[in-house]
């Protein structure tokens, strides 16, 4: 099931943190084949936002300055 659309990155988010934790954790050997490979696209996946969009934070933060200064 999709996120929806005003709560997609917060909700990402927190699953990513999941998956964080979950590798921290080790054991990986125990994660099932499809787990494996939905691992290896996860982290193509976050490779690819920041080669692609390194100045995104920047960016942000020039958003949110913006904000609270008008």
Known sequence: ?????HCRFENTAHDLEDC???????NLDEISATERTAMRSLIDLCRSIEED?????????????RRYTN
Do not use: K, V
């Open 1 to 5: 099931m999709s996120n929806m659309s």
């Open 53 to 65: 969009h390194s100045d995104l934070l920047d960016t942000l933060d020039e958003i949110d300055e």
């Open 20 to 26: 964080l934790m979950r590798i921290n954790e080790g």
